[in-house]
Every structure is written in C-alpha cells, then in structure tokens.
C-alpha cells in the first residue's frame, strides 16, 4: 500500500528527468487497438503502392497472397517485401526448362521452403501454396485454388500437425480425396510424414502424429505414393532441433527439413537429364531401344536358400522337384549356369545385389546381420532402388529384408525388450510396456530410406518381431512371446515379441498377395516400376501351406520348393495380366545355396541332389554354398531359351540396370559390378575376370576364369568339413566342377597369384575400372586357428 502512495510522486520524478511517456502511447485497449488499426493501413498502403510496381504476373501473384495469407502471416509477408527480404510465397518466375514443384504444407513446410529453393536452385522451379495449408478440411476446400492452373512435375505434400485432433477415420477419408484430387494433375505425388510433436499438456501430443503419420502412410501404400519420412530424419536429433514446447524448428532444424526434403525431391526428378546424377550416357541406346523410348519395368525375385540343383532346369538327371513356373521362365529368356551370390549366407548376399559392392567392405566380415541389428547400408549408398528412382520409376521391397534397421529400442530398458527365454514365455507388463513405446514408433533405416517409395515384409520370419512390416511400422503392436510349439516344429529359432495368435505359413502368401496388387496399380501409372521381392522361402521355417504339403512326395523342404514356384508364377502371371510382361526384365535368382538341414541325405536317397553336380551347402565356400540359379527374361532383346556359361555375380545387376538406363555409376557407387548387358544380348565373352565369395565365416574364394582359389581348408561354412590337410585350395572347374581335386600343393606360383589378385581387390576397393575406394573397415583376408561352428556363434538358422 505505502508503495502505491509514491506511484504518482515517481511518475512526476521521472517526467521532470526527462523521461516522460512517449505522446501517443495508448491509455487503454480502445485506443490500443486504433493505433494498431492505423498502423495495419499505414503498412497497407506501403505494400499495396509496392505491388503497382511491379509486372502484371506478379501482381496477380500477391493478389492471390492477398485473398489466401490471412490476417497472420499477410502483415509479415508485407513487411518482409517492403524491406527487400525473400521469404516462402516468393513469385517463382518458371525456367521453362526445368520442371515445376509444388510444396503444399504447414508452417513446418514454410520454414524449410526457401532451403529447398536454395539446394534445388537450377534444377526445379520450386512454388509453394500461397497459404499456411492447415488440416484437411481446409486443403478440400482450397486444394483446387493452390493448385491453380499449370502443370506440375512434383507435388510434395503433408497435413497431419492441424489435424491432430481429426478423427483418424475422417483424416484418412479426407487424404484420400486430396490424392484423388491431386493425382488428376499428372503429377508425381510425395507425401511427407507429419514431423513430432513435444508432449504439452492441453495443446500437443506426442502420440497424436505417430497415430496419424500410420494412417497416412496407409493411404500412401494404397496409391504408391512415396513417402518422404522427414519424422524419421528428424527424431534422431529432435531435442537440439526442435523449439521447447513448440511444433516448429530453429535454423539447423529448418535447414536438415529443407535438405532432405530437396534430396527426396531430386531423386523423384532424376531421370530428366539436367537433374540426374549420372550424366555420361553410354552407346546402346539403339540396341536397348530397338525403336521404344520407354524404360522397361524391373522385377527381381530373389529366392531363399534355393539350392542350384533344386531347379529342374539346372539339374534335369537328378533333380526331383517340379519346378514348372521357374523353368517356363528360363525358357522364355537366358539361364546362366555360372551365376553366384557374392555369399554363402543371407545378409551379405543382399547387401551386394542391392548395392553392386561386395559386403565384405563393410562392417559385415562374416555371419549375418544380428537380431536388432543397425542398417548395413549407408543411407548415401546408390543401390538399384536409389538408381531407378533418379530414373523416374515407382519402387517397391515386398518380403524379407535382413539389413538391419535403426530400432527404436529404449536404451534403459534394452535388456528387458531383447530378452529370450526358452520355452514357453509369458510376457510381463514390463515386456508389454517397453514392446508398446519401441513398435507404436517408426523404424528409422529400412527399405523406405534406401531407395524403395514402399515396403511390405518381415525382417526374418524366423526371428522377431514376429510380424509384418510396412514401409516403417509394425502391422499391429507385437504383446506376447511365441507360442512354444513353433520351436519345437523348427518354425522359429529366437524368441522374442509377437503379434498375438502369429503363425507363419500365412506369410509367403501375404506377400505374394502384396506383390501383385503393387504391379496391377504400378503398371495402370505412365512411370516405369521396379518390384525387389525377396522371398521368405524356401528357408526355414519350413512353413508349408496345406495345399501344397505331400505334394512333392519327397519331404516338406520340396513341398516348400514347390508353393515357392507357385508364387513365381503368380507374380509372372500378374505382369501378364496387367500388359506389362513385355516390356519388365524379370531376374530370378537365390541368395545362397540350399541348407545342409533341411533333410539332404533324405532327399539324395530319393533321387533328388540339392546342389545338383556341386559340392557343399549353403554357409560354405565350395560351390554349393553361393553358385545358385540365375535366370534373366526380357522379351524381345533376350533370346528365349538362351544358356550363358560366363561368370556373372548378383552384383553385376545395378550396372546392367544403369546400362539399360543408358547412364553411369559415380565412382563410388557399383564398385564391383559388371554390366550383363553384353550377354544378354548374345555375346559370349567375360565381362568379369574376377569374382570373390565368401562363406558364412568370411572365408574367402577367389575366381579367375575356372581357377578357384580358397583362402583356408575345408568348407569354410558350419563345422571343419573335408580335408583339413593342407591350408588351402586351388581347383580348375574346368575338370573339377565338384571341387574334389585341390590342386594348391602342386601349383604353388598360381595360388601364390590368387593371393596377390585377392589383395589387389581388396587395397584397390573396387574391382571395376575406376578411381580407387576405401573400404568401410579394414578387410579380414581370412580367418586363422580354430574352425568352429559358426551356426552356433551366429544364433541358429540364417
């Protein structure tokens, strides 16, 4: 009270010291609000004597900015004219040679516009909708108005934040209508996952955007549209990125949104030749062509542990399986009898078709990716769904993928999430709880982010999650551990979190499901489309349907040969019916030789030899372990009913697809692939002297023409396995297919060459022609002492 006293004595010291209030300053919120009314009109006039100035295009474009802005965002779009500043609603006046985006978002998407200007600037003119676009109901109502008139190359788009509050069922029945509305353009559609939210009572939910960034993602899944999941490359640095308590971002956080978003857009754009990132053409267009523009589609099924004599046309004497679907195919395009993985194992097989790089360069010495695993692809590692997006194709991964994901698993509780009992387990509210926060959020690090716009599949279906996957969340939230019985009938090796009641013969049928309504949609789109559809079969668990168990009348390893086949057939049956057949490379091949446990010494009784004339099984260095069917279709350019015997590996596909795209792989991409394309159209001669194999403990095996060098004794795969006698193998395939004649002992100048060949590829990191690379990690020559048994090192089945 005394201090209210002195009010007026301090205000009449601070006048008389010069300090008086500012005349004009309001006395109370009427007079506040005239001044502010004033000054809106003062800046009004400013902005609208500004715009007379200028050309009559952009004078409609601010008038547009002036109906669409609002009272919020106008008055700083204004005043950033006026003081000669750029900001998001720029005019963009069109390079007609370049092709249009358009971004259509929130304030999220306004912040990060101008950085995707910047990193696009000469290769897109890049527009954005004259509004902060809100929810759904609102891009209904005005989608038509940003869209406007012209034609656009690219739409980038996203609501989710203004929607947070929407009805999952009203949201997703409402981006449905937005992309049937956006999709009339023409344009080439990308959805941006909605970026997190902070938990702040009465205004956010973290919760809120995961729910809706999963329904989104379905409505995507449903169009093929891709997703460029700015959620995923946001979260892994959202506490230093993401304003306290606040949706949007600092500048760092502004600039990784704009940069990823630019990258995901210029690898939509790529296939114009200004934007692609290989510019050298090479010369076979009018071979390629053969009078057609148009890119063919490409489809690769790739088999697991499908042995090289499980084919019938690979082992027709004693071979006892039908296989009619896969044989129909070699007749109609090229059977190459001299095709490997560039691994006995599954992991390293599918880093090195994907990438044209040898996994042993990478962290991956030997074995397998590891359960829970990290990614063992770099995220800025070409592969063939990288290559063919810059093309301009449509991407997808439908089925086993096994190279590891970034999992979201809480670092505090790790060992609760990991935990695998044997028998049978129940699963603890601990259990559930930290399932729930790992699964209710995204996978960072899988096939989405390494060039497929879609995925559907499980990461190894005999180990968990045990559930399905698509593009990067769980299909339902895995609750308890698997039911017993499934160890115990070999259905599955580790366990861990499960969807309730999961089974896995389901599995291949799904995915064959999957696979044929991605290419029905693919082929009704003007873009070229590329399936990878790594199958989960015929590796264990040997998870036969009923209709096809007894049908082989040899054991339940053949049934699943056969329903194996079957899909094949169901896949090529769908490129049939959709038209695409005839213009859709189809490659079939396996990722590693047959298991040694699947009942071999049972079915060689009947007649039927896994590995045909070959020696060894899957995991070894011997042949058996990675040659494996290899079979390329391609009508009208390949020969039907062609048998090449040249060396080729899994890794020679990204350079025969760039060659097919009439492009070049940078140095550092496709360091050890060779273009098939020169076989494929009849030549009979090496594109690659070379081929180095490894088995499942990193053993390697070195080819040069037929000499065959191994750099240790025995298999090199599950336990010691034949001569010991000598530390290592030299054989001629030529005389010796079966591996049987070890030829080191007598020929010590050629081994001693091997050896030197073998550390010229590893020093050189690259096998191809070109500038020397590095290799990820110092590369193991070869392992040394104790032969263990590396299926117990390595957690059972790979």
Not at 51 to 73: D, I, K, M, N
Not at 699 to 715: D, E, L, M, T
Request: with cysteine; charged share 25%; aromatic share 8%.
């Amino acid at each position: 009270m005394r201090r209210l006293l002195y009010l007026p004595i301090l205000l009449f010291a601070l006048s008389a010291s010069g300090f008086a209030l500012e005349q004009g300053e309001p006395t109370n919120a009427e007079e506040a609000a005239a001044q502010k009314a004033k000054a809106a009109a003062e800046l009004d006039a400013k902005y609208q004597a500004w715009v007379e100035t200028l050309t009559p295009e952009r004078q409609a474009w601010e008038r547009v900015l002036q109906s669409e802005l609002g009272g919020f965002y106008l008055p700083i779009h204004q005043r950033q004219k006026l003081a000669g500043q750029s900001n998001a609603w720029d005019y963009v006046e069109d390079d007609p040679t370049l092709p249009r985006v358009l971004l259509i978002g929130d304030s999220v998407s306004r912040a990060y516009t101008e950085t995707v200007r910047r990193e696009l600037a000469g290769k897109a003119n890049v527009h954005r909708a004259p509004a902060n676009c809100g929810p759904t109901s609102t891009g209904l109502k005005k989608i038509d108005v940003w869209m406007g008139d012209g034609k656009w190359d690219i739409i980038h788009f996203n609501f989710g934040i203004h929607d947070r509050n929407t009805p999952i069922a009203d949201y997703a029945d409402r981006l449905e209508q937005l992309v049937q509305r956006m999709k009339q353009t023409g344009a080439t559609l990308i959805w941006a996952s909605t970026t997190p939210l902070p938990d702040v009572p009465g205004q956010y939910t973290a919760e809120s955007i995961i729910e809706r960034n999963a329904a989104a993602a379905k409505v995507m899944a449903e169009h093929n549209i891709a997703i460029d999941d700015l959620f995923a490359a946001i979260t892994p640095q959202i506490d230093e990125l993401q304003n306290r308590n606040d949706c949007h971002f600092n500048s760092p956080g502004n600039a990784l949104l704009g940069e990823t978003v630019a990258r995901f857009i210029e690898q939509r754009l790529a296939y114009r030749n200004d934007l692609s990132y290989y510019a050298e053409p090479k010369t076979l267009t009018a071979a390629i062509a053969d009078g057609s523009t148009q890119k063919p589609n490409i489809v690769i099924l790739y088999a697991d542990d499908l042995g090289y004599g499980d084919v019938q046309c690979y082992n027709p004497e004693r071979g006892k399986i039908p296989t009619p679907h896969i044989d129909k195919l070699a007749s109609q395009g090229m059977r190459f009898t001299d095709g490997h993985s560039s691994s006995g194992v599954c992991s390293p097989s599918r880093y090195t078709l994907l990438t044209g790089r040898y996994h042993w360069r990478t962290r991956l010495q030997s074995g397998i990716v590891p359960l829970w695993g990290s990614p063992l692809i770099a995220p800025d590692r070409v592969t063939i769904g990288t290559l063919a997006k810059q093309h301009g194709y449509r991407t997808a991964c439908v089925g086993k993928w096994h190279l590891g994901w970034q999992w979201p698993i809480p670092s505090d509780r790790s060992k609760v999430f990991k935990e695998k009992p044997k028998g049978q387990a129940v699963a603890t509210d601990a259990h559930r709880e930290v399932w729930r926060e790992t699964f209710s959020q995204p996978i960072a690090g899988g096939p989405t982010t390494r060039g497929f716009d879609v995925y559907f599949g499980t990461d190894v279906p005999n180990h968990p999650p045990f559930c399905f996957i698509e593009n990067d969340r769980t299909v339902g939230i895995p609750s308890e551990f698997l039911d017993a019985e499934l160890f115990k009938n070999n259905q599955a090796s580790v366990q861990g979190p499960a969807l309730e009641d999961w089974t896995l013969e389901p599995i291949l049928p799904a995915l064959a499901d999957r696979a044929v309504k991605w290419i029905a949609d693919s082929a009704a789109y003007e873009e070229p489309f590329l399936l990878y559809m790594p199958f989960t079969s015929p590796h264990t668990p040997l998870s036969v349907n009923d209709a096809w168990k007894g049908k082989s009348q040899l054991n339940l390893y053949a049934d699943f040969v056969m329903e194996t086949d079957a899909v094949v057939g169901r896949v090529l049956d769908s490129l049939d019916a959709s038209g695409a057949a005839d213009n859709t490379i189809v490659v079939f091949t396996s990722d590693n030789g047959c298991a040694p446990y699947i009942g071999v010494g049972d079915l060689e009784k009947k007649g039927h030899y896994p590995s045909g004339p070959l020696r060894g099984y899957k995991a070894d260095a011997w042949e058996g372990g990675h040659r494996v069917p290899f079979i390329v279709r391609w009508p009208g350019k390949v020969k039907p009913g062609s048998v090449c015997d040249q060396l080729v590996q899994q890794a020679d596909l990204i350079a025969t697809f760039a060659d097919v795209l009439e492009t070049k792989l940078p140095d550092n991409s496709g360091e050890d692939s060779f273009s098939l394309v020169p076989l494929l159209f009849g030549e009979d001669r090496p594109v690659r002297e070379t081929a180095v194999n490894c088995s499942i403990r990193g053993i390697p095996s070195v080819r040069q023409g037929n000499w065959k060098y191994i750099a240790a004794p025995g298999s090199g795969g599950w336990g010691k396995g034949g001569d010991q006698s000598q530390p290592e193998q030299f054989y001629d395939l030529s005389k010796d297919l079966g591996e049987t004649q070890n030829l080191a002992a007598a020929m010590p100048e050629k081994v001693a060459e091997m050896k030197a060949l073998l550390e010229k590829l590893i020093t050189d990191g690259r096998s191809t022609p070109g500038k020397k690379q590095n290799n990820d990690i110092k590369v193991t020559r070869h392992l040394t002492g104790r032969v263990a048994d590396a299926k117990t090192q390595s957690g059972g089945n790979q």
